[in-house]
């Protein structure tokens, strides 16, 4: 099945900088990379989503990009703000009867500073 | 438009006891996957049901059972709870026929197994 590893599980950044989230998947069948951000005591929210025919898709502050030679993407904020603080998961995901399973990563926790 | 709900918020139980959860999908949609998420884990696949039926299942033992209703709203059952058990149960629907892959989560609930 399906592994998804990401890193940090911690990242502490100050209002304004860049924060990078990268995760590695296994499964090379793996076809679609959602990215959720999940506060404190609430429901995973889906921020953005790539398909493996695309390298890279940007949605205001936020990116992601797509290596799938290497097998990994990555979560790209900029002008991180406090709202920003979050859990932050990626997943991994292939199609089976027009339905996608996700496999999540263990989370990363970001901590902007004001 | 009407999001995803789940009932109960939250829930004690006692091991060796047994407990269902409820979820009422996201209006249009046809598909509800269940998901167990740990303290400071990422959520962790447990089967999704489509057109009442079991569609796909995760690595969970038998105790962990469910329904799909005609109005695809969904029940998780859980036998002989364990204190593992204890953990954040999220419900999730999507559309099968759109293909899309994107997921809407409902708040969850949090079951104590003491």
């Known amino acids: 099945g399906e592994n998804v590893e990401q890193h940090p599980s911690t990242l502490s950044v100050q209002e304004g900088d860049s924060a990078v989230i990268k995760c590695t998947y296994s499964d090379s069948a793996s076809n679609y990379f959602p990215w959720y951000k999940q506060e404190l005591g609430k429901r995973p929210q889906l921020i953005i989503d790539?398909?493996?025919?695309?390298g890279e898709k940007k949605d205001q502050r936020i990116a992601v990009t797509l290596n799938k030679t290497a097998k990994h993407f990555s979560l790209h904020i900029t002008e991180t703000q406090p709202e920003d603080s979050a859990v932050y998961f990626c997943a991994a995901s292939s199609s089976s009867g027009g339905s996608y399973i996700p496999t999540f990563g263990r989370g990363t926790s970001l901590i902007v500073h004001p | 438009d009407a999001g995803v709900t789940q009932s109960p918020t939250h829930l004690i139980k006692t091991r060796g006891q047994q407990v269902t959860l409820r979820c009422s999908p996201k209006s249009g949609h046809d598909t509800v996957s269940w998901y167990q998420q740990a303290l400071g884990q990422g959520p962790q696949f447990i089967f999704q049901?489509?057109?009442?039926?079991?569609?796909q299942r995760g690595n969970f033992p038998d105790r962990f059972s469910g329904h799909q209703f005609p109005n695809y709203s969904s029940e998780l059952n859980v036998n002989a709870l364990l204190l593992g058990d204890s953990a954040l149960y999220l419900c999730a629907s999507s559309l099968v026929d759109r293909g899309s892959g994107e997921q809407y989560f409902g708040p969850g609930t949090r079951l104590t197994v003491t």
């Open positions: 049901y489509y057109e009442e039926e079991e569609r």
């Open positions: 790539i398909r493996s025919n695309v």
